[in-house]
Nanobody, 121 residues
Framework: HVQLVESGGGSVQPGGSLRLSCAAS????????MGWYRQAPGQQRELVAGITSGGSTNYADSVKGRFTISRDNAKSTVLLQMNSLKPEDTAVYYCYTDLMSAVVPERQTHWGQGTQVTVSS
């Protein structure tokens, strides 16, 4: 059984910063891509940032230069540093991990439970 546990969401004023963390645990054999999506009320879920096992990153145009994704492979953790936050960044943020578990020998995508980020004055 694999679990993704997120932390770090909250409320912040425009221009502020937050750091999201997502840790994968369980019977994991190998982790591939990791990243973050977000979903605002009435909107479709959109990719925010992703990072491959080799460290290559990609970002949504709307967050380039403000958000930084990183990963700690030893801790099976993906981080999202969010700076210069704007009201339009308000959403529920979901981490994802493509991994192969020791129980199911195929690559699957697992999701975190979601964490609310609210940017408001």
């Amino acid at each position: 059984h694999v679990q993704l546990v997120e932390s770090g969401g909250g409320s912040v004023q425009p221009g502020g910063s937050l750091r999201l963390s997502c840790a994968a645990s369980g019977s994991i054999f190998s982790i591939y891509d990791m990243g973050w999506y977000r979903q605002a009320p009435g909107q479709q879920r959109e990719l925010v940032a992703g990072i491959t096992s080799g460290g290559s990153t990609n970002y949504a145009d709307s967050v380039k230069g403000r958000f930084t994704i990183s990963r700690d492979n030893a801790k099976s953790t993906v981080l999202l540093q969010m700076n210069s936050l704007k009201p339009e960044d308000t959403a529920v943020y979901y981490c994802y991990t493509d991994l192969m578990s020791a129980v199911v020998p195929e690559r699957q995508t697992h999701w975190g439970q979601g964490t609310q980020v609210t940017v408001s004055s």
